[in-house]
């Protein structure tokens, strides 16, 4: 290999390395400054426990080497939040043998609910769903058909689901951007399969934030009568 392609190979290896150093600095910065404004603590260190603080979420338990990062901790309309970075590994064989890393990286919130809560899934409904359709693989419909449209929603028990997603829910939802929203007994996560902005991670916690503020009275009532 000529001398001059090794040199040129060099340099722009060089020259990415410098550039993510460079833009995960930047980000770090951002989401920090970010959680000071809303009274949150910031760590840019890892945190390996989530998988299993949080073993109903599907997403953070997928692959291996997982770890939150660039997480903020606090309260956010006096709810707790964990707002992160998250990685995790998967591995495949080249044609050759050869084992090969993946990373992947997302970011995420989670919002611990004050009442207690039931399974539920929401989240942008894809080509791959339309598809599951056809073969009688069915979300949950709503009378808003926009919403319908727009949002694939499964749930174990299907009255929640429309108690959760009762009309000023649909019309709170369907003018914001678009998230996976999943519920376990007690928390909610919201996320994409990409990284966040600063704006993304505003966005995602009132979106949270707006969904438990619109559970109604008697569902409020009736889930927290089950706790006593």
């Not at 340099?11 to 460079?22: E, F, K, S």
């Not at 989530?50 to 080497?65: I, K, P």
């Not at 966005?203 to 409020?220: F, H, K, M, N, Q």
């Amino acid at each position: 290999m000529p001398l001059v392609v090794i040199v040129l190979f060099a340099v722009i290896v060089v020259g990415a390395l410098i550039y993510n150093a460079y833009a995960a600095d930047k980000r770090r910065k951002e989401l920090a400054a970010w959680a000071a404004r809303n009274g949150l603590e910031f760590s840019a260190g890892n945190v390996e426990d989530l998988d299993e603080r949080y073993s109903d979420f599907e997403c953070l338990c997928e692959g291996s080497n997982r770890y939150a990062y660039n997480v903020s901790d606090g309260e956010w309309a006096k709810r707790p939040l964990l707002a992160f970075d998250y990685h995790y590994e998967t591995y495949s064989t080249d044609s050759k043998g050869r084992r090969q890393t993946h990373h992947h990286r997302f970011s995420a919130a989670v919002i611990t609910s004050a009442v207690p809560l039931k399974p539920l899934s929401i989240r942008p409904e894809g080509f791959l769903d339309k598809v599951g359709e056809f073969f009688g693989r069915e979300d949950i419909n709503f009378e808003s058909a926009e919403f319908s449209r727009k949002f694939f929603v499964k749930a174990p028990d299907r009255k929640w689901a429309f108690d959760v997603l009762h009309q000023r829910t649909i019309e709170f939802l369907l003018p914001r951007p678009q998230f996976h929203i999943q519920f376990d007994e007690e928390c909610v996560i919201i996320f994409r399969n990409d990284m966040f902005s600063v704006e993304d991670f505003q966005s995602a916690v009132e979106t949270v934030a707006g969904i438990l503020d619109r559970l109604p009275d008697y569902l409020v009532q009736q889930q927290m009568s089950t706790t006593v």
